[in-house]
């Protein structure tokens, strides 16, 4: 089936930093992937549409310098937390549609971020 | 805006049994989909269950059914004959249209199965 690969699973970092998150469709092309994220017992966040050869689509109040995302392939978004402070610690997670408009959203396994 | 309410944080049912987790949504839009997702403690998230606006009956996938009535904008998971590892959060999302695009999720419910 679908599978959507996201890495790394876990990572710490210190404050001011920059990480970079994977997300991948292994067999599937993706135009576009979604980017979520989700603070600890609490509900998934839309933070931004990644389309690939384009910019991505941010939601509101979501920072475009801080989350930056690149959709360079069909396979491929990355997210990357700049500068990275502690309250940016949360779970992010990547869904992408693996097929036609009506298919179910498939969804990574998520990063957990922390930043010290 | 879309907005979806799961008004339960946490539900307790044990073995073998039915539950009920309930989802309330509201849109101005005549055409969305309603979906249930599974979120175990290792963090991903697993679909369960689809509602499209227009389906007449209720979509039903094994052991999940989603009690879907429209002119409450109630979209209740329904999970029968509970097993142990159905002990997760459970979120209600919501897509504008009937695709499966761009979701909406609710707050979730934690579903503790007991033996």
């Known amino acids: 089936g679908a599978v959507v690969s996201q890495h790394p699973s876990r990572v710490i970092c210190k404050s001011g930093t920059s990480v970079k998150i994977e997300c991948r469709s292994l067999?599937?092309?993706?135009?576009?992937m979604f980017w979520y994220r989700q603070f600890p017992k609490q509900s998934l966040m839309l933070m931004a549409t990644?389309?690939?050869?384009?910019?991505?689509?941010?939601e509101q109040g979501v920072e475009k310098d801080k989350f930056l995302i690149n959709h360079a392939s069909l396979t491929l978004s990355t997210l990357t937390v700049t500068s990275a402070h502690p309250e940016d610690s949360s779970f992010y997670i990547c869904?992408?549609?693996?097929?036609?408009?009506?298919?179910?959203?498939?969804f990574g396994n998520g990063t957990r971020l922390t930043v010290t | 805006a879309q907005k979806i309410t799961q008004t339960q944080p946490g539900m307790f049912v044990q073995e073998k049994e039915a539950v009920t987790l309930d989802c309330t949504y509201d849109t101005s839009d005549p055409s969305y989909g309603l979906f249930w997702y599974k979120q175990p403690s290792s963090g991903e998230m697993i679909f369960l269950i689809y509602q499209g606006s227009y389906d007449q009956q209720n979509a039903t996938e094994g052991r999940y059914s989603l009690n879907f009535q429209k002119a409450r904008k109630s979209a209740n998971l329904v999970i029968s004959a509970s097993q142990l590892g159905d002990s997760a959060m459970y979120f209600c999302a919501m897509s504008q249209n009937t695709g499966f695009q761009k979701l909406v999720f609710g707050t979730g419910t934690r579903l503790l199965v007991s033996p």
């Open positions: 869904s992408a549609p693996p097929g036609p408009y009506n298919s179910p959203l498939h």
């Open positions: 067999d599937f092309q993706a135009t576009t």
């Open positions: 990644s389309n690939e050869g384009s910019k991505a689509t941010y």
